[in-house]
């Protein structure tokens, strides 16, 4: 593996191969380096090939934090990237330094709550989902961002639910098992709410 | 303790944590520092020392570190540290000193931006600190480069391979991208830790005890008599001649039509291969040649590649250093062109397709 290879099959870019590249981003504290933790191990759950970069450094201490999730079927080359197929936006900042960074044809998808100023573009598809509203109705902020997975699941089906919950049995030590029905339970109410802005 | 063959999704710091206990590792010291302190963090967690007796200690700094792993291996134990620019920069009077004296040991660096202090974020500023040895005199030691999380793992192995087969340090150049992100792994089987009896008879040069019927042996770098030293000198100059022979380790993707090519190691390497994606889809021909080892260069494979190719770019994350190993390969015979990123910043895939038209 480590002598001359042989080149790469080429990659036939048909519909069949699925590849997602995707940003999260919104404030440190939000969880949005768990969501993409969550959706990477979803993603090895269901034999895909993932990668998770996160912008490591004192974002993780209030600042904004974001991390890069790709899931494919194939081989992945770049975890950096400058175009995106989907954002999720957590918080303004977030909203105003990714969106102009999502291919034609991609989704961003927001919080209501963190966005004041909304999106603008036309030749992506924009999805609102008031997931701060819901965790609080369901009376516990942890689960947020689990709200905002079952979104964009909804919209993105990358990985399975139940590849979501495979991956929370496999990664959650435990004593949190109890825990996992809430959580499977936010991903599905963020199915429910999450709703395209035309 | 991860079962053998199962496929984790692990940190590239992580990963090296691991490896180091399955590849029979005897000791680990070192000293956090960002962005790498999950290897000490993930050994604290795993305490190899309840399990396969490897020893972990933090310590005090990172020259402390280094002669820590110096000490260790100079009694034939497979020895290892792990630190970050600014205290890889620290450890190198202790990495010569090993040079020197002809000791193998294993040092990691998660690369960050400097020059000093300078920040946390990714970078590859460290080419030529460790490809041209990094402290004083005339030396080398053995540099892999992993550019993803798999090689973090699998090169720990190679790496103390590497050192114990030439008795000299090697080194894992890594860097924040890949020190910090998570991918697929499959970790590596355990193999046992070599007993006493293996390393007395593995390294006889080891200060393992003197029996009567043996000479002591003296493990030093310094040598008073100029003509001793320049022998030594020469000797330690004729190893390196025969690592250059034998070791060199690169990988290349799409050469075989390719009219360009780009250069890049680590890292940057990842980002290229998604460059050379980007520029097929809009026409140009371009290959990707990776170097797994910087330390020996793949000198005559790059020069190999200039007879076929119109032009090379060098993409690396500081501002211009393997360009030059490069340029000394291709000798002239088509143009060399670098892009790289300083700081910290990393550069994206398009920035690198933009750099490669302008070769064009």
Partial sequence: ??????????????????????????????????????????????????????????????????????????????????????????????????????????ILIYDGFGIINKPTRKDITIYEINAMDKAAEMKNGKVFNMIVLGGLLKVAPVVSDKGVEKALYKTLPERHHGLIPLNMEALKEGAKIITEVK | MAQEKEVVLMKGNEAIAHAAIRCGCDGYFGYPITPQSEVIETLAELKPWETTGMQVVQAESELASIYMVYGAAGAGKRAMTSSSSPGIALMQEGITYMAGAEVPGVFINVQRGGPGLGTIQPSQGDYNQATRGGGNGDYKVIVLAPSSVQEMADFVDLAFELAFKYRNPAMILSDGVIGQMMEKVVLPPFKPRRTDEE?????????????????????????????????????????????????????????????????????????????????????????????????????????????KVKGILVAEINAGQMVQDVRLAVNGAVPVDQFGRLGGIVPDPEEIVEALKKLI
Avoid: H
């Fill in chain 1, 1 to 106: 593996m480590y002598a001359c290879s042989d080149p790469q099959p080429p990659n036939l870019g048909g519909s069949k191969i699925m590849k997602k590249e995707i940003i999260i981003s919104g404030f440190g504290g939000q969880g949005v380096l768990s969501m993409g933790k969550i959706l990477a191990y979803s993603g090895l759950m269901e034999d895909k090939e993932v990668t998770w970069m996160p912008a490591y450094g004192p974002e993780q201490r209030g600042g904004t934090a974001n991390v890069t999730v790709i899931v494919s079927d194939e081989r992945i080359s770049s975890p950096i990237l400058s175009k995106y197929d989907i954002a999720v936006v957590l918080n303004q900042p977030s909203l105003e330094k990714f969106e102009p960074k999502i291919k034609p044809g991609g």
């Fill in chain 2, 199 to 307: 390393v007395i008879k593995e390294c006889p040069w080891a200060s393992t005890g003197k029996p009567k019927n043996r000479e002591r042996v003296v493990i030093t770098s310094l040598e008073l008599k100029p003509e001793a030293m320049e022998k030594r000198n020469l000797a330690l100059q004729e190893k390196y001649r025969k690592i250059q022979e034998n070791e060199v380790r690169f990988e290349q993707q799409q050469m075989d039509d390719a009219e360009y090519a780009i250069v890049a190691f680590g890292s940057a390497a990842r980002i290229a291969e998604k460059s050379v994606e980007i520029a097929r889809e809009q026409g140009i021909k371009v290959g990707l040649f990776r170097p797994i080892t910087l330390f020996p260069f793949p000198e005559k494979q790059i020069a190999e590649l200039s007879k």
